[in-house]
């Protein structure tokens, strides 16, 4: 559960993020306004005879060629989860009974099984919490977290023996910093999970530091909702650092994996907005999860849904990008610099909107506060379900990687969604 400012790329007004800062960064619009650039080639306008779609009360009105979060490696999942609560003797009790309070109102809320049914796994059960008598250190990396975690199962018997279902949450206190890799809890991530060879199988494991803040979330919900996205992301990808199962999206979406930082499902909703909510049978705020179901049939793809009409624009993308030196091909769109290409956006929605919403478009390069290496502009910037823009795009530069993600905005009052689109642009 990473903090935005450790992802390859950002987008500004999105990030909710469930590992720190919200970071802001300019909104593009049609255009980018970011001082000089250089000169754009001319851009090619829309015709009379180019197809705008019509408004449709088909809902939605295309077929939705959205991400997949797939299990390539045919890894297992947790059927029936069992997550097994660890407290230090550091720790604030008076803090860990509410941790307790939230995590023994997960099984039997609205909130669990629409999220991760689809996935494979079944009905949650809470383990009576650990509660140790040993202070946690003050400093402790991922390495000295595992060897600390199969010592205790093989000498402490107040750990139970792991079955195939098994999830260790280690909560630590207030005044212990955690590393992994080189990030540091609370600045880089709010939580994470792993796995640990232990006899002849394998060990799922989440770790969640105490954090006073995190994002918009504070106090006891900047534990809690971390401790959600890892229960749900240790439940459907047990075992990432033996046999992964839900660990990433399908290729032909790679670029969103890499914009949003992660590919799990988790990972795929903390950047939205709308994606840490307090469901009324918890009481603590938690954090939705990816639905491939949902995501193609046109809906919001983080459930539980918060109830709204979902809307959205996507850019008819029918290239094949390379990436990697050639180790992983993509869908996207290939344009030379100096050149130019227009994509049909076609904009659909789950149900009728109020209006109309506003589309724009931003270089994640720009929001990364670089010099952009497109420059996008509009035919429309405004539609509804059923309705085609067109988006120019004009190359200005290679960028560093050969390709470039897009981030298209669609707006309505508050509510804000994103699609993500890649060209490439080291042909």
Known sequence: MRNPSSILFLFASFLVACGGSVQSAPDAGSGNDSGPQPEAAPVMEAGPDVDNGAPSTT??????????????????????P????????NDDTTFTAQITTF?????????????????????????????LTESALTAINDTAIQQWLTTKLGSDPSFPVPDANTVYAIFYPTGTVVTLDMDTSCNDFGGYHSSV????????????????????????NAVTGPASHEIMEASTDPYPSANQAYLSVDDN?????????????????????????????????????????????????????DGTVYF????????????????????????????????????????????????????AVQLQGG???????????????????????????????GADAFIINSTLGSRKNIWIGLVGNGM
């Not at 069992?82 to 003797?89: E, M, N, T």
């Not at 060879?197 to 006891?220: D, E, K, M």
């Open 312 to 363: 959205n624009s996507m850019p008819v993308l029918t290239d094949t990008v390379t990436l990697g030196g050639g180790q992983l091909t993509t869908k996207g769109i290939n344009i030379a610099v100096g050149q130019s290409a227009t994509v049909e956006v076609d904009l659909f929605s789950s149900a009728a909107t109020e209006g109309p919403w506003t589309v724009s478009a931003t270089d």
């Open 103 to 131: 995590l023994d109102a997960l099984p039997q809320s609205t909130y669990w099984g629409p999220q991760v049914t689809e996935y494979g796994v079944g009905a949650l059960t809470i383990a009576t919490p650990i509660q």
């Open 197 to 220: 060879p232990y006899n002849t199988s394998n060990v799922s494991y989440a770790v969640v530091p105490r954090c006073a803040s995190f994002g918009s979330l504070t106090g006891i």
């Open 253 to 305: 979406h790679f670029i969103w994996e890499l914009v949003l930082g992660g590919g799990e499902i988790g990972d795929m909703c903390a950047q939205f907005p709308t994606s840490f909510y307090t469901p009324v049978d918890i009481g603590f705020a938690v954090q939705r999860g990816w639905s491939d179901i949902a995501a193609g049939q046109g809906h919001d793809p983080c459930v539980p849904s």
């Open 59 to 80: 809902y939605p009105a295309f077929n939705v060629d959205a991400p997949q979060v797939v299990n390539s490696n045919n890894g297992p999942v947790l059927g029936t």
């Open 371 to 401: 010099q952009p290496t497109m420059n996008m502009t509009w035919d429309r910037t405004t539609g509804v379900n059923g309705e085609k823009l067109h988006l120019t795009i004009n190359v200005l530069s290679m960028s560093q990687y």
């Open 82 to 89: 069992k997550v097994v609560p660890i407290y230090f003797g």
